[in-house]
């Protein structure tokens, strides 16, 4: 019976969410929306479906970001491979002043994400069917992009640089830290115009364990050749690594 009680107190709730970023009434409405989406969709594009567990992964997850200034001060923002809508969608519930777009290749998952900015009413933000290396209206536009679970650091960074104004931000969500991925990470950075700014750990939901937002700084201009063409950054990486984030 103790443990039961245990467990109970450490779920958390949408409410409890909304409070803990100081979110209002409506958009407490809009996280319930995009919810109701993951979970009562069959189109979502998550292995994800107890209501619950989709909380804390997925709406939980993205949310956390907010503790960065970087990216609560930010006016454009760009989730690059959007896949189930996170954490764009939810950050541009909490974040109404930001220009939002939801960068997506996959035409099925882009008409899921219409769907769900629908659901929520997301004025802010838009699905971008497109990938991150053919898209030129979003070239050097963003003032912070944001990832997660879309590939490996070295492969991220050649996605984002090219997209990002000078002294932009990347947001990368990452697991627990690999020192040898991190260090080919490094290496692509200082090709592409990136530093590291920092890397922040987090704790989303009580169960969570060794997360961390990696934070990149576009501190020079990215070198002519970059983008390079769509599916090259996979093929041939800047830097060897391994692992990516579970979960979307």
């Known amino acids: 019976m103790f443990h039961r009680t245990v467990k109970r107190e450490t779920l958390i709730t949408l409410e409890g969410l909304a409070n803990r970023f100081e979110l209002d009434a409506r958009q407490g409405d809009q996280l319930t929306a995009l919810l109701d989406e993951l979970v009562g969709d069959g189109r979502a594009p998550t292995n994800v479906h107890d209501r619950q567990r989709a909380l804390e992964v997925h709406l939980a997850d993205s949310l956390v970001a907010l503790e960065l200034p970087e990216l609560r001060r930010a006016r454009s923002l760009a989730d690059l491979g959007s896949g189930v809508g996170m954490p764009g969608a939810a950050l541009a519930v909490a974040l109404p002043e930001c220009d939002v777009r939801l960068v997506e290749s996959q035409a099925r998952r882009c008409e899921f994400l219409e769907g769900l900015v629908r659901a929520a009413t997301l004025a802010n933000a838009r699905v971008v069917c497109a990938r991150a290396e053919e898209w030129p209206e979003g070239l050097g536009a963003h003032k912070a992009l944001c990832a997660r ?10 996605y984002a640089a090219p ?3 000078l002294g932009g931000v990347l947001v990368d969500w990452r697991g627990r830290r690999d020192r040898e991925q991190e260090r080919a990470a490094g290496r692509a950075a200082e090709r592409l115009g990136l530093e590291l700014s920092q890397v922040h750990a987090v704790h989303p939901y009580p169960q969570a364990r060794d997360l961390h937002l990696h934070v990149f700084v576009k501190s020079s201009e990215t070198p002519p050749g970059f983008p390079r063409r769509a599916g ?3 093929k041939r990486p800047l830097g060897a690594s391994k692992g990516t984030r579970e979960g979307k």
């Open 232 to 234: 090259i950054a996979r």
């Open 149 to 158: 679970a879309l590939a490996p650091q070295p492969v991220v960074l050649e």
């Open 163 to 165: 997209l990002l104004r």
